[in-house]
Structure formats: structure tokens, C-alpha cells
């Protein structure tokens, strides 16, 4: 279960927070201007870059073994790159390309992607309150074109206040921190409303998340409005479970699945745990987490539902 001390991206966390308990400074050069290295997060390039490589590997008819010695690597080393887990130096990308046997078009281009996946991703200059298995998460939220979030246990993070944030990031870290992961997370919003394409957002809120008080009955209130509000914007979706339906299908953890613009990239699934998260990558695991989350939305009530339900729901704070 995600308590309300989790700092991943969910509760407290992601969709929550995402960030560290340390309260430590940031770490010499992660900070502003304390980096060379290009901006622009690299999980879409290494997500491209390693999709095309397994591609160009199993065409030249090689194991990941074969393909790890060409770069004096191991097997896992391929299989981490190949699934974008990890940059990748030119060199050896080259060593590679060389091996499988592409083409000089397809060399320049696969090469350039490279240099792209050691740039430093969108939120370093913060990394010292993000917890490692966040990363990766908050990464695929801002390249998204689709984020389905399933919550049972608070708001989740791109639709909280700054009051409800606050209330529920002061429970689980040192007060000199509190403001600045409040900050960090009204910035993960700005993906809401960037332009000219914002993330699309479907979020299957199970009813105990809105009546589990955080902070006081302002905090509540207010809360409740800004739901209501986020409600009218086209790229949102909100709906409530009633009590149960979640735990029956789903349990009480969060669940969010993130679908890319580029054609051929597998959807992301992030499984948020109290001091973890979980991200299955075969195909069969993913495909029953998008039936998991199908079928909460078939149980929840319809969306043009939840305006109202929200109203009824602030008449009693």
C-alpha cells in the first residue's frame, strides 16, 4: 500500500512527489549552469535508439550476447540499452552499427540520437530530492502524449493544489524541503497546459481519496473546486469509483500508464510503492494493467458524472 510518508510520484510521491526525505543540498554540478551536457531529456531518444538497435540485432541474426561482445559488455548491458534504460556512448553505438551491418543513412542518424541520450533530463537541477525510482517516471509524464492514472489513496500529483500538496508533503519530510518539493510539483503541472500539445490526462479517483482529510477544511474545499475546475479543461478526464470497486479490482495502489507520441515506443507502466516503484516491460504484463485500468473506467462513474459529485462532496467541508 502507498502510505501518505511515500515520496514517489502518485501519493505523496509522483503522483504525489517524487522527491527525497534527505533535505540534503544539491550535489556539486547538478545544479543551475553546473552541467555541460545538452539539455533535453533522454528517455525518448534512448527509448528510440534502443527500439532500433534490438531491431537491427535480431535482422543480423545476433543474440544480445553477440552484440555485448562486440562492445566488450555484457548481455544485460544490451538488454538495459535496448530498452532504454541506460545512454549509451557513440563509440559504442558505432561498434554496434558496425556489427549488425547498417547502413550509412541509418549510421548518422542512430549516431546522432546517441549523443542525445547522455543529455541531463528536465528535472537534475532537482535531482537531489527526487528519489531514483521516480526518475524514469517524471521523464515519460513530460514526453507524453497520454497519462492514465489510477488513485485510491490521495489526489493524485498533477491535479493537487498547492495547499493539498503542502499538507501532504509537510507529513512526510524536514520542513526546509517542504516548499521547494511544493514548488517542483506545481511545476510537473505545467504539462497540463503547455502548448501546442498538452498531455492528455485520465484519472479513475477512487471516492476514499476525496474524503481522507488533508490539512484543514479550507485545504479541502479548495481542493475540491480546483477538481472541479480541471474538470472543464479538454485535455482532462475524471472519474470517481465508489467505495469498493477499486480495492476489487485493482487494490489500493496507485497504477499509471503513460503512452508516447512516437509511433513504435511500448507504453510505460509505473507501479508506485511506499519506497519503490515497479515498471513491467513485457508486453503481456502492460496489456493487463491497461485491462486493469479499462476496467475501472467501465465501473466508475461517467465523467460528465463528476462535476456534480464533487459539488456534493464540497457541500459537506
Not at 503541472?189 to 481519496?209: F, G, I, M, T
Amino acid at each position: 500500500m502507498a502510505s501518505g510518508t511515500s515520496n514517489g510520484v502518485m501519493n505523496s510521491g509522483v503522483t504525489s512527489s517524487g522527491v527525497t526525505r534527505t533535505g540534503r543540498p544539491r550535489p556539486a554540478g547538478t545544479g543551475r549552469g553546473g552541467d555541460a551536457r545538452p539539455h533535453g531529456d533522454p528517455l525518448v531518444p534512448r527509448m528510440l535508439l534502443g527500439r532500433r538497435l534490438r531491431e537491427l540485432r535480431e535482422r543480423a541474426g545476433l543474440s544480445r550476447r553477440d552484440a555485448g561482445q562486440a562492445v566488450h559488455g555484457s548481455e544485460s548491458k544490451i538488454a538495459r540499452l535496448e530498452q532504454g534504460r541506460v545512454g549509451s556512448r557513440p563509440r559504442e553505438v558505432a561498434r554496434l552499427l558496425e556489427r549488425y551491418g547498417a547502413d550509412g543513412d541509418e549510421r548518422t542518424t542512430l549516431l546522432a540520437l546517441a549523443e542525445q541520450t547522455t543529455a541531463r533530463a528536465w528535472w537534475h537541477e532537482d535531482g537531489d530530492i527526487v528519489a531514483s525510482w521516480v526518475r524514469p517516471y517524471l521523464s515519460a509524464e513530460q514526453a507524453a502524449k497520454l497519462v492514465r492514472t489510477f488513485e485510491a489513496q490521495f489526489v493524485p500529483g498533477l491535479l493537487q493544489t498547492e495547499d493539498y500538496a503542502r499538507a501532504l508533503i509537510g507529513r512526510a519530510g524536514p520542513e526546509d524541503e517542504v516548499e521547494r518539493r511544493v514548488e517542483f510539483r506545481m511545476r510537473r503541472q505545467r504539462v497540463l497546459r503547455r502548448r501546442p500539445r498538452p498531455v492528455n490526462l485520465w484519472v479513475v479517483l477512487d471516492e476514499q481519496a476525496l474524503w481522507r482529510p488533508i490539512g484543514d477544511a479550507a485545504t479541502m474545499r479548495g481542493q475540491l473546486r480546483h477538481l472541479i475546475e480541471m474538470c472543464r479543461r479538454p485535455n482532462v478526464t475524471v472519474q470517481i469509483a465508489p467505495f469498493g470497486i477499486c480495492g476489487r479490482v485493482a487494490g489500493d495502489a496507485p497504477l499509471t500508464l503513460v503512452r508516447f507520441p512516437q509511433q513504435g515506443l511500448p507504453d510505460m507502466v509505473y507501479l508506485e510503492r511506499a519506497d519503490r516503484a515497479d515498471y513491467p516491460v513485457r508486453r503481456a504484463e502492460i496489456e493487463r494493467h491497461w485491462h486493469v485500468f479499462n476496467t475501472l473506467v467501465t465501473e466508475a462513474a461517467p465523467p460528465e458524472r463528476t462535476p456534480r459529485l464533487l459539488a456534493g462532496m464540497l457541500a459537506t467541508f
